[in-house]
């Protein structure tokens, strides 16, 4: 009779111990079906980001020309009406107290320390 009042306390401890180390694995393996995911959708973003950057070569160079010209004519526009206002014209003052329009000369980059 003492042999089976032993052995209950065993059996009554292995169950809760295999239910924790069950849920543990299931949770492990849950994540791992997560991280594997994830994993192979980075990887095709990459490569399908990679693929984007190998095709937008010369539209990409172009709309950054045509970004430029843009950039450049508006900037003569404004130096131009800063100019004007400057000279004196009326409309071209309310157009630059409006727009708040400054003459900012660029500023000179410093020379190159020289080589010794």
Do not use: C
């Not at 172009?62 to 004007?84: C, D, E, M, P, R």
């Amino acid at each position: 009779m003492n042999e089976q009042e032993s052995s209950a306390p065993q059996s009554a401890n292995l169950l809760p111990t295999a239910l924790i180390a069950l849920s543990l694995l299931l949770f492990f393996a849950w994540q791992l079906s997560i991280f594997s995911r994830q994993r192979s959708e980075v990887i095709t973003s990459r490569s399908q980001l990679e693929e984007a950057y190998k095709n937008s070569g010369p539209e990409a160079e172009k709309a950054l020309k045509q970004s430029q010209a843009v950039q450049n004519k508006l900037l003569n526009l404004a130096t131009g009406i800063y100019n004007l206002a400057q000279s004196g014209d009326p409309d071209a003052k309310a157009i630059v107290e409006k727009a708040h329009i400054v003459n900012q000369t660029p500023t000179q980059a410093p020379a190159p320390a020289p080589a010794k």
